[in-house]
């Protein structure tokens, strides 16, 4: 496993995945890709006001998301590990898989929050969406409260 995409989207699971990615790499004298994916704006048909406040925000948050990100990834580096970092925005599964090919990756890791049914059901699943799409090995690693 020399190549691992994390899939990092931090939540509280975040700190496990990132470890769990590091220790996989440094075991391997791999490289690792961070990558968050940030959802697109929602689309919005015959407002006015909204879209611009809802797009304001949005560009914040992913200004934000940016800045968490490359101070991750900084710190990672300073443990010697070989890392690059990607915020990408579109559909999660679809950029985790689009990444996970172009990296050339040999392990996909990624967290879930133990959603019950319903809510896997009404709004889906990264992990599950992830496993069914690939095949590429994954790592799940739960969140605490799973």
């Known amino acids: 496993m020399k190549r691992v995409l994390a ?7 975040t700190k496990a995945v990132v470890e769990a990615a590091i220790k996989i790499v440094k075991n391997n004298d791999g490289s690792l890709r961070l990558l968050h994916v940030a959802e697109p704006p929602p689309d919005f048909i015959g407002q006015e006001v ?17 800045r968490m990100l490359s101070d991750l990834a900084k710190q990672i580096r300073d ?7 990607f915020l990408i925005q579109g559909p999660t599964i ?3 898989l689009n990444q996970a090919e172009k990296f050339e990756a040999d392990l996909i ?3 879930t929050h ?8 009404l709004m889906g699943s990264t992990s ?16 605490k409260e799973s």
């Open 7 to 13: 899939a990092i989207d931090f939540s509280k699971v």
């Open 50 to 66: 909204g879209p611009q406040v809802i797009r304001d925000q949005k560009a914040k948050e992913i200004k934000e998301s940016h």
């Open 79 to 85: 443990e010697g590990i070989d890392v690059e970092e």
């Open 94 to 96: 679809d950029v985790i």
């Open 109 to 111: 890791v990624l967290g």
């Open 114 to 121: 133990g959603k019950n049914a319903l809510e896997r059901v």
């Open 128 to 143: 599950e969406g992830v496993i069914h799409k690939t095949k590429i090995p994954v790592l799940i690693i739960p969140s």
